[in-house]
């Protein structure tokens, strides 16, 4: 069973960079053909797509986010970092970390974690 963990400060000044990490369990993040995706859920709005990276290490991000977006890992502790930079009150959300087994299809979610932009 894999199963996929959010851990990152739930509150984070404007202009400052979000720093939130999935620890990945049950399932190493280089094998496979899989996606590990950032999404988020802004207050009263719908899922948001932000990038992914592959089992390859390849990254792609959301268009409309991609200036302000970087994700990494660590294959040492099967973690996987998503950074946003320069953040306002808009990227106020939960955010998850998901698995995407292909063609969009996401099998495994992590609980979500709440991360506030507020001075």
């Known amino acids: 069973q894999v199963q996929l963990q959010e851990s990152g400060p739930g509150l984070v000044k404007p202009s400052q960079t979000l720093s939130l990490t999935c620890t990945v369990s049950?399932?190493?993040?280089?094998?496979?053909?899989?996606?590990w995706n950032w999404v988020r859920q802004p207050p009263g709005k719908g899922l948001e797509w932000i990038g992914y990276?592959?089992?390859?290490?390849?990254?792609y991000y959301s268009p409309s986010l991609k200036s302000r977006t970087s994700i990494s890992r660590d294959t040492t502790k099967n973690q996987f970092t998503l950074q946003l930079s320069s953040v306002t009150p808009e990227d106020t959300a939960v955010y998850y970390c998901?698995?995407?087994?292909?063609?969009?299809?996401?099998?495994?979610w992590g609980q979500g974690t709440q991360v506030t932009v507020s001075s």
């Open positions: 049950g399932g190493s993040i280089t094998t496979g053909y899989y996606f």
């Open positions: 990276i592959r089992t390859s290490g390849n990254t």
């Open positions: 998901v698995r995407d087994s292909g063609n969009w299809y996401y099998d495994y």
